[in-house]
């Protein structure tokens, strides 16, 4: 299986920045596609974004603009947040998933990290 591990979360002002760190381990492919997705207090988890093994980015209009994601290698993956608002407020989870498409709905994606927190005070 894959283990996946998340860091970077902390506290940061608002029009700060913040870069998460995705770090997979064991039997992952080249292939894989990867995502960010969040979940803020009383909320549905939602998608941030993704990257598939080519480099293509998706993003959802709420981050786009201000958040990047990137990877180095087939094990790590980034989330480079700036600009950052209160509503950005929340847990982070990183995703990751043999299909070649990145998809926005979390049931599709079969491998995920425990979270790392994200607090943005006003």
């Known amino acids: 299986q894959v283990q996946l591990v998340e860091s970077g979360g902390g506290l940061v002002q608002a029009g700060g920045s913040l870069r998460l760190s995705c770090a997979a381990s064991?039997?992952?492919?080249?292939?894989?596609?990867m995502a960010w997705f969040r979940q803020g207090p009383g909320k549905e988890r939602e998608f941030v974004g993704g990257i598939t093994w080519g480099g293509s980015t998706y993003y959802s209009n709420s981050v786009k603009g201000r958040f990047a994601i990137s990877k180095d290698n087939i094990k790590t993956m980034y989330l480079q947040m700036n600009s950052l608002k209160p509503e950005d407020t929340a847990v982070y989870y990183c995703?990751?998933?043999?299909?070649?498409?990145?998809?926005?709905?979390?049931?599709?994606?079969?491998?995920w990290g425990q979270g790392t927190q994200v607090t943005v005070s006003s």
């Open positions: 064991g039997r992952t492919s080249s292939r894989d596609s």
């Open positions: 995703a990751r998933d043999p299909s070649p498409i990145v998809y926005d709905s979390p049931p599709r994606w079969r491998y």
